[in-house]
């Protein structure tokens, strides 16, 4: 069964703090995706990564950054979290080839007060 | 650029009853794939069905089926005989370049919130 775990599923963070949130997946998949959704807009893509240690931006990149190290884990990074970042962050995973099914994660609610 | 666009923040329907998502696209690439999510309350994305731009027939995945019609541009998702587990929010992606190598970019829309009443 595939498996996309995201570390945390609540976060509360201070302004200007420096926020990690982790993103593994158990289905050996070469792209991952980060994702935010706010209510009325959908959910838009923050970053991606087809490949270890290889990255492009999203829709919404700024005021993010990732890491991707190894081919299971792929890491949102807030370098210096604001209180407009307050929302829903998830995560998914999908080949490269073949299925273009992307599978998500249960989400992150990260609070920023 | 691509665009989805989801018109119906909520709806209702009775159990047992079939509903239509409506969702329409715009997109330049001639190649692009339709997906629909399902997210419950606890937060988790659920992929639903997928339809390629080049596929002939309408997808369908047990109780969903996706209405596509290529010249209007729209890819509506239709349940039948909804249950009471059917309430959540669903919406509607697309990505381009359908099959083979992508990187599978998707673009969602805002959402709608399905409710089934007993």
């Known amino acids: 069964d595939v498996k996309v775990t995201q570390s945390s599923r609540y976060l509360v963070k201070r302004t200007g703090e420096k926020v990690f949130l982790e993103c593994v997946q158990d289905?050996?998949?070469?792209?991952m995706f980060w994702y935010r959704q706010d209510p009325g807009l959908g959910l838009r893509l923050i970053y991606f990564s087809y490949d270890v240690k290889m990255k492009e931006k999203g829709d919404i990149p700024e005021g993010y950054s990732v890491s991707r190290e190894k081919k299971e884990r792929f890491s949102l990074i807030l370098e210096s979290a604001s209180t407009n970042q307050t929302s829903m962050y998830l995560c998914a995973s999908s080949p490269r080839t073949g299925s273009v099914i992307q599978y998500f994660g249960a989400g992150t609610r990260l609070s920023v007060l | 650029a691509q665009k989805i666009t989801q018109t119906q923040p909520g709806m209702f329907v009775q159990e047992k009853e079939a509903v239509t998502l409506d969702c329409t696209y715009d997109t330049s690439d001639p190649s692009y794939g339709l997906f629909w999510y399902k997210q419950p309350s606890s937060g988790e994305m659920i992929f639903l069905i997928y339809q390629g731009s080049y596929d002939q027939q309408n997808a369908t995945e047990g109780r969903y089926s996706l209405n596509f019609q290529k010249a209007r541009k729209s890819a509506n998702l239709v349940i039948s005989a909804s249950q009471l587990g059917d309430s959540a929010m669903y919406f509607c992606?697309?990505?381009?370049?359908?099959?083979?190598?992508?990187?599978?970019?998707?673009?969602f829309g805002q959402g709608t919130i399905l409710t089934v009443h007993p």
């Open positions: 289905m050996d998949h070469e792209n």
């Open positions: 992606a697309i990505t381009m370049n359908a099959g083979g190598t992508s990187y599978g970019k998707l673009t």
